[in-house]
């Protein structure tokens, strides 16, 4: 497994990626000029799943990708 620029550890298997979150800094949906078109995402058996705009990971807590689990 690479590295990625930036790892989301989530509760969810089903998320989404717009490549603008870290501009927003207190957390709530504002529309952005920055960032990517928005996507939907599902982590698999892998345990992760990858942003194919950004590249951001996103990490399913307690699955197979999860190494802050196993720690």
């Given at each position: 497994?690479?590295?990625?620029?930036?790892?989301?550890?989530?509760?969810?298997?089903?998320?989404?990626?717009?490549?603008?979150?870290?501009?927003?800094?207190?957390?709530?949906?504002?529309?952005?000029?920055?960032?990517?078109?928005?996507?939907?995402?599902?982590?698999?058996?892998?345990?992760?799943?990858?942003?194919?705009?950004?590249?951001?990971?996103?990490v399913l807590r307690d699955g197979d990708a999860d190494h802050s689990?196993?720690?």
């Amino acid at each position: 497994m690479s590295k990625a620029p930036e790892t989301v550890v989530t509760d969810s298997a089903r998320v989404w990626c717009d490549g603008a979150s870290a501009i927003r800094s207190n957390g709530t949906f504002q529309p952005s000029a920055l960032g990517h078109p928005r996507v939907y995402l599902e982590i698999d058996e892998k345990g992760y799943v990858d942003c194919g705009y950004c590249d951001r990971r996103f990490v399913l807590r307690d699955g197979d990708a999860d190494h802050s689990a196993a720690a």
